[in-house]
């Protein structure tokens, strides 16, 4: 009997008569009485109540992949329960694997870098750059000497000739010694044929050829090099101009280790100095940036594995096992039902009386001798919906505006999609 007054009761509203309506005869004004006398009588049944109908809705969340990716595993179907951060699909991530190592390594050898540098140079590195400075100051020292003795010649002629008698005779010096050292290398090669058949004297003989044989090559190199220092003072005695180009020649060897010597000892000067500033700061931002490539593989890596954001009812399922998805393709639909929302529309002469927070009895079709406790958690901003044209005025009681009524629902009795009605009491 309740049930029946709830469903035959009629909002208390205010009728405007048609605009056509101006003079009406006595059967109009009848009628109009006739009308009036029934709103009231269903105000009196129930003045202070708002009924409205409308759908109950859940909370719908897309799972959607923002990466694109191969789908490996599917662990939820449609109609499965699933809790929040639960895995629900996995991309094949083994690219991404692989990235997320080299950032690894990569932020190691930077993290390496940037000790190295504010260590400073090792004891070792410092010792070779002295060992190089030393070899460039000797090598200066030569070319200097050298530039010297040929300046020297180019000026004094009588030098020159001294420097050509002394090469003849050390020339001829080096010539006597290498048939003096075939001879001793033909001699050990007798002996060991001789002692052939004894190899306990094999050894030492082959040491003794060896000995002979490096004294030889020894003696030809000398007298070979001997030769040669004696043809290039003879080419000069003949060619002053060739005289010239080797002083030249010496000093353009000279200006060029000076140089060497320079740069040698800048190196050195900076190793024993340490790091510069610049060097630690340059350091320090390799180290930082390959910790930001780091994190962006990471984060993507984790991007390959999609959570469920909330817990409820997976609704829908786009997505197949070994299907290649794209970015922002939502793959699986979740229905979150412990809390759901009965949507109804409110005429907007009705607009005023209903507030945030009215608490509001809602009943369902499917459980017709139950209430359900409610709130009024939203009211739209502007018109929902218009059934035609609201120029005229007697047509503005189509404009309505939606107001969502949030229920809890713990056992998840309520589904998506009930048709229910909503009681606010707007005293």
Request: proline share 4%.
């Amino acid at each position: 009997m309740e049930n029946q007054k709830r469903k035959n009761s009629v909002t208390a509203s205010c009728y405007l008569l048609p605009a056509s309506c101006y003079l009406p005869p006595a059967s109009c004004l009848l009628l109009i009485f006739l009308l009036l006398i029934s709103a009231c009588k269903s105000n009196l049944a129930n003045p202070g109540s708002l009924r409205l109908s409308g759908s109950i809705e859940g909370t719908r969340v897309a799972v959607v992949s923002e990466i694109s990716g191969r789908v490996v595993e599917l662990a939820a179907d449609e109609g499965d329960t699933v809790r929040a951060g639960q895995v629900l699909v996995r991309l094949d991530d083994s690219t991404l694997q692989v990235q997320m190592k080299q950032a690894q390594a990569a932020l190691k050898a930077a993290q390496a870098n940037l000790a190295q540098v504010k260590a400073g140079a090792r004891q070792e590195e410092i010792a070779a750059a002295q060992a190089v400075l030393a070899q460039a100051q000797a090598e200066r020292d030569g070319a200097e000497l050298a530039c010297t003795d040929a300046s020297a010649i180019l000026e004094n002629p009588q030098q020159l000739l001294a420097q050509l008698d002394a090469a003849r005779t050390a020339a001829q010096l080096a010539g006597q010694a290498v048939p003096i050292a075939q001879a001793r290398l033909d001699e050990a090669r007798w002996w060991r044929d001789f002692y052939e058949d004894d190899p306990g004297r094999h050894e030492s003989l082959d040491k003794q050829i060896a000995i002979a044989q490096h004294d030889l090559e020894a003696a030809q190199a000398q007298w070979s090099g001997a030769n040669a220092q004696v043809r290039a003072l003879e080419a000069m005695r003949r060619a002053p101009v060739t005289l010239q180009a080797q002083v030249n020649t010496a000093r353009n060897t000279y200006s060029m280790t000076l140089a060497s010597v320079s740069v040698a000892e800048s190196a050195l000067a900076e190793l024993k100095a340490g790091p510069s500033a610049q060097e630690i700061a340059l350091a320090e931002a390799q180290v930082h940036q390959a910790q930001a490539q780091l994190k962006l593989a990471q984060a993507q890596l984790t991007r390959a594995a999609l959570q469920a954001p909330l817990g409820g009812i997976i609704s829908s399922r786009s997505a197949q096992v070994g299907e290649t998805v794209q970015a922002g393709v939502a793959l699986l639909t979740i229905t979150n039902l412990d809390k759901v929302t009965l949507v109804v529309y409110v005429p907007q002469q009705q607009l005023p009386r209903v507030q945030l927070g009215m608490p509001v009895q809602v009943y369902v079709d499917v459980y017709p001798d139950e209430a359900f406790d409610g709130q009024v958690t939203f009211i739209a901003s502007q018109a929902q919906f218009a059934a035609r044209d609201t120029q005229a005025r007697e047509d503005r009681v189509n404009v309505v505006f939606a107001v969502k009524v949030s229920l809890p629902n713990p056992q998840r009795r309520l589904k998506a999609g009930m048709t229910a009605e909503a009681v606010i009491d707007v005293d």
